[in-house]
């Protein structure tokens, strides 16, 4: 799929991870992917971003749309002839938009579900809840920024987890033909994260006990991003035999 190169401003991204084990993300994973393990563990969680000012890269500001959004991620490898790669499959994109919607796995990479986002936040605290309109998929965090990093991640520091997750900048959804994954690079222009204490975190999917019985997944960890200028490229498909699972 071409895509023109987009260009915005990552006005808010909560990242709210969970280690999982990986015998049951590598049940849900469709091939070419395998999870990227961190201490024996395999990440996975919930991407919640706003974006603003949304526009082909060489397009006036003021032909740019703002959007919340919602990625299910998992990290990944998978062997691209013989060479290890990384980054993140997402099995699910919700979004406030209804043109990403109409455009999503049409002429931007990856099928977009819509949804409805609530949002309360000041300098300090921020709660974002989203529910999809087909039923199947809900979303709550609520947490304070703050300096404490959580003894039960399995990054020892912040610096680590933000080394990590830079490296999964690139995304592989479902595209609307079966068996093909459209990929997406976020390429940002400056990286700073920062860490969120959660007081709240609710998953429709990692609380679904028919993929992750209790003791299989656990929360590790949130970070946040404001106010970050990025584009978004475009990247070859990658075609698999394996279906994978649908968020639900």
């Known amino acids: 799929m071409w895509l023109p190169v987009m260009r915005g401003v990552i006005d808010r991204r909560i990242l709210a991870n969970y280690h999982v084990d990986p015998e049951y993300l590598a049940r849900i994973l469709p091939a070419p992917f395998r999870p990227k393990l961190v201490q024996g563990w395999g990440l996975a969680g919930i991407c919640l971003i706003r974006l603003k000012r949304v526009r082909p890269r060489f397009f006036p500001l003021a032909m740019g749309f703002s959007s919340e959004n919602a990625a299910h991620r998992i990290a990944v490898e998978w062997d691209d ?9 997402v099995p699910r994109r919700d979004t406030s938009s209804r043109l990403n919607t109409l455009v999503g796995g049409r002429v931007f990479p990856g099928v977009h579900q819509h949804a409805r986002f609530d949002v309360r936040e ?14 199947k998929t809900r979303v709550a965090v609520e947490g304070t920024v703050s300096d404490r990093w959580p003894s039960e991640s ?42 969120l ?10 609380e679904d006990p028919e993929f992750f019985p209790p003791e299989s ?22 075609r698999s035999a394996g279906e994978g699972v649908s968020v639900r």
């Open 122 to 135: 000041t300098d300090r605290h921020l709660s974002v809840a989203m529910r999809s309109d087909d039923g």
């Open 154 to 195: 399995v990054f020892e520091s912040l610096a680590e987890a933000s080394t990590f997750f830079e490296c999964g900048s690139l995304g592989y959804s479902p595209a609307a033909c079966p068996g093909t994954f459209e990929g997406l690079e976020l390429r940002t222009f400056q990286w700073h994260l920062e860490s």
């Open 217 to 238: 997944v656990h929360f590790d960890s949130a970070l946040l991003m404001r106010n970050i200028e990025h584009e978004w490229h475009g990247r070859p498909s990658l």
């Open 81 to 89: 002839h013989g060479v290890p790669r990384q980054g993140v499959y």
């Open 197 to 206: 204490d959660v007081s709240k975190i609710q998953s429709s999917f990692f």
